[in-house]
């Protein structure tokens, strides 16, 4: 097959490999499998300098088996309805994979977004969601946006505010959109969720000692080699907990290079570096490779794609050295490529389980939008005093007394941040034995993506026979 495929055929030959293993109906595999709506959008925009420009913008539904329907919204350059509708799709099945109630969206808009000033942006983006509401293509219930490539917490505050003042009597209005800032509503822990979900699924995987043992690796994740493609929200985060956790990240690849310390980089200096100059290049201790240095193809345990689609392909396949292709940017390998990769004995982690961190915690936002609760208000007083009766029952009974100071840290109730994060390592700790198990079932033989696709149909196809619709 040529390595030309559009993304959407890229996403529907996984499909299709997963389809041909199960037993379902070949008409309900047809309905899951096609995008349920694609709204073209293009509006006009007031530049600072009083032009008028034209903007291009796309918002996929790509299934609503469950309601509302969640993705998040890009701004890149080359975004294009292919796109969307591709990553619209890997949303429905990534929900799917970790158990989060909604079908998949995604929208995007096609500007590149450091050709604008901030007060263009929000015209754009206030104006895009105006446009969305028209068509009745955002709201709590019906599809809620959140960041992507080139989008972030001031984008989706402008969009919650934007949304709000279309539907002011609307109580949940707040639930339109995820990721907002906190003081908006919204949760502590999404802005790291992605990398961080995207560690705990490589941790995940890594604790398996056969497989690791197949592909030439020990299990565990301290001391082993990482190289990262991409430094923003996702590949920093992603960094950040390798490096906590003893991994050595010891590569980044930006636009502007590669920084490489074989030792591991300083992911703390990196990022300082890059606030103050805004490039990471010319950080102290970060060796700049040659230009042109290909990142992906530096030698490694753990390859962490976490920029954009389509960037292991049939070309560079054959000299990806690394053991495990952690995917955690949308896309990142073209399905002739994975097929190279999976024959040479690499361990691919799916970028539809391994980066769902973000949209798990958005539903945790939305869960909290809903209820007007913070979570962790409720009982975290109520907790802290359990634990102190127990220190005290454990003093009494052993005759010896706790400090101060371990009072404090034995009796600390749960705050939102900790319950987040452990919500977050539960699904994604759960996930992937979800689909390892389906792995084994089928006797080994087939790959993570090909397993993950089929936890995602059997479920999806569930609800649809709860309708009846379907035999
Ligand atoms: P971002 O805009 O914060 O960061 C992307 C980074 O990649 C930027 O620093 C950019 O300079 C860099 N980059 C772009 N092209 C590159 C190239 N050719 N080589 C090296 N670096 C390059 O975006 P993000 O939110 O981190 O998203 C990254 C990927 O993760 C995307 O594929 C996105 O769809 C996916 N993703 C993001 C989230 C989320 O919560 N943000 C959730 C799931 C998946």
Sequence with gaps: MSSRIS?????????????????????LLAQIRECNFVGRFAFPVQLDNGHIEVIHAWRAQHSNHKMPTKGGIRFAPDVCEDEVIALASLMTYKCAIVNVPFGGAKGGVAIDRKKYSPRELERITRRFIYELHRKNFIGPGIDVPAPDFGTGP??????????????????????????????????????????????????????????????????????????????????????????????????????????????????????????????????????????????????????????????????????????????????????D?????????????????????????SYF??????????????????EEMAFRRLLSAVENATEQKFNQEM?????????????????LEETMAGSYQEIRNIQLRLGGNIDLRTAAFISAIDKIALCYAELGIFP
């Excluded at 994975?338 to 961190?357: E, F, S, T, V």
């Design 7 to 27: 993304f959407s055929e890229q996403v529907n030959r996984y499909f299709d490999t997963a389809a041909a293993l199960t037993k379902h109906d070949p008409t």
């Design 154 to 335: 001031t984008e989706m505050a402008w969009i919650a505010d934007t949304y709000q003042s279309l539907n002011s009597s609307e109580l949940n209005a707040m639930a339109a959109v995820t990721g907002k800032p906190i003081e908006l509503g919204g949760i502590r822990g999404r802005t790291e969720a992605t990398g961080l979900g995207v560690f705990y699924g490589v941790r995940e995987a890594c604790s398996v000692d056969e497989d690791m043992k197949r592909i030439g690796l020990t299990a565990g994740i301290e001391g082993k080699t990482v190289v990262i493609q991409g430094f923003g929200n996702v590949g920093y985060h992603t960094a950040k907990f390798f490096q906590e956790n003893g991994a050595k990240v010891i590569a980044i690849g930006e636009l502007a290079g590669v920084v490489y310390n074989a030792n591991g980089l300083d992911i703390q200096a990196l990022d300082q570096h890059r606030r103050e100059t805004g490039s990471i290049l010319g950080t102290p201790g970060a060796e700049l490779l040659p230009s042109g240095t290909p990142v992906l193809e530096l030698e490694c345990d753990i390859l962490i794609p976490a920029a954009l689609e389509n960037v292991i392909t049939i070309e560079n396949a054959s000299r990806i050295k690394a053991k495990i292709i952690g995917e955690a940017a949308n896309g990142p390998t073209t399905a």
């Design 337 to 361: 490529a994975n097929d190279i990769l999976i024959k040479r004995g690499a361990l691919i982690i799916p970028d539809a389980y391994l980066n769902a961190g973000g949209v798990t915690v």
């Design 365 to 382: 936002e939305w869960l909290k939008n809903l209820s007007h609760v913070r979570f962790g208000r409720l009982e975290k007083r109520f």
């Design 407 to 423: 009072i404090k840290l034995y009796s600390r109730g749960a705050d939102e941040q900790d319950l987040v994060r452990s919500g």
